[in-house]
């Protein structure tokens, strides 16, 4: 699933692109889907991520059934109703869609273009020298952005109410704190000059700006949802091309070994 300053950077993104949306409640609900609370190893979130993030029990990320969220809390919403709650149900919903994204164009190639280091190394290490790459790039980008939304908007604002039912205000405020923490006083190694393998900074801000543009297209269109009867996600009213897989490489090529590693 995307990092939460992709989230994040997205959500400024878009902020500038839709008028009327409150965007202290915009961003915090952009991060609200990853409210639940990790055990010691981050392998196990209460509430889990299959209600989060509307999940069937073993099903991908790239199989978040968004549109079951929209039906049941964001559709007959109005932006000139309860601004805030609009705003904040708006932000979880883009953040299920970003996910499905981030599934298809980072996540998938990702297994395929490092399967010889995920069989070589097990899931758990495997996906955490590939995951040091994606919250590395966050804490750059956090660091050299000292105006951005992280720093004026997450950091000055207080933790939102309680917008829907399976979200409690204690997990809610707990991940919050602990996003804030994470990147506002980061350990050193997190800011070295390094490469990038698995993912670098070019796919990253590429998949943002396709994202963003994704994004506000579907929420040009959300007066078309009532035509996607069965549909799983709101990705079936863009073109494919627009979420498909990045080719590999993702990242700095030759940094590791002999990568890029292939099937």
């Keep these: ?16 692109e839709i008028s009327g949306l409150d965007p202290v409640a915009f961003t915090f609900g952009s991060l609200a889907p990853d409210s639940g609370i990790p055990n ?6 209460d509430p889990p991520k299959e209600v989060t993030h509307f999940l069937r029990q073993g099903e991908g990320e790239q199989a978040v059934h968004d549109l079951e969220f929209y039906r049941a809390y964001l559709a007959g919403l109005k932006l000139d109703g309860d601004a805030a709650r609009y705003s904040f149900i708006l932000g ?40 040091d790459d994606w919250y590395g ?9 000292p105006k951005g939304i992280f720093w004026r908007v997450l950091m ?23 996003i804030r923490k994470f990147y506002s006083e980061p350990e050193p190694a997190w800011l070295l000059d390094r490469p990038y393998p698995y993912l670098n900074e ?6 943002i700006v396709e994202a963003s543009a994704s994004l506000l297209k579907i929420y040009k269109r959300f007066d078309e949802i009532a035509v996607l009867n069965g549909a799983p996600s709101v990705l079936a009213l863009i073109d494919p091309s627009e979420f498909a897989m990045y080719d590999a490489p993702l990242g700095d090529v030759g940094q590791i070994g002999n990568l890029p590693y292939t099937d």
């Excluded at 599934?103 to 273009?113: D, Q």
């Excluded at 966050?138 to 050299?144: E, N």
Aim: aromatic share 14%; net charge positive.
């Design 156 to 178: 000055r604002s207080n933790n939102p109410p309680q917008y829907l039912p399976f979200v409690t205000e204690a997990a809610l405020n707990q991940q919050l704190d602990y």
């Design 1 to 16: 699933m995307a990092t939460w300053i992709a989230h994040l950077r997205i959500a400024e993104n878009l902020l500038g």
């Design 137 to 145: 790039l966050d804490q750059l980008y956090v660091h050299a952005h």
């Design 40 to 45: 010691a190893d981050w392998t196990q979130f």
């Design 202 to 207: 070019v796919t990253m801000s590429r998949w």
């Design 92 to 131: 979880y919903y883009l953040h299920l869609v970003c996910d499905r994204l981030w599934a298809y164009r980072i996540g998938v190639p990702s297994k395929h273009a490092y399967a010889n280091l995920i069989a070589e190394r097990g899931n758990k290490e495997a996906w955490g020298l590939i995951k």
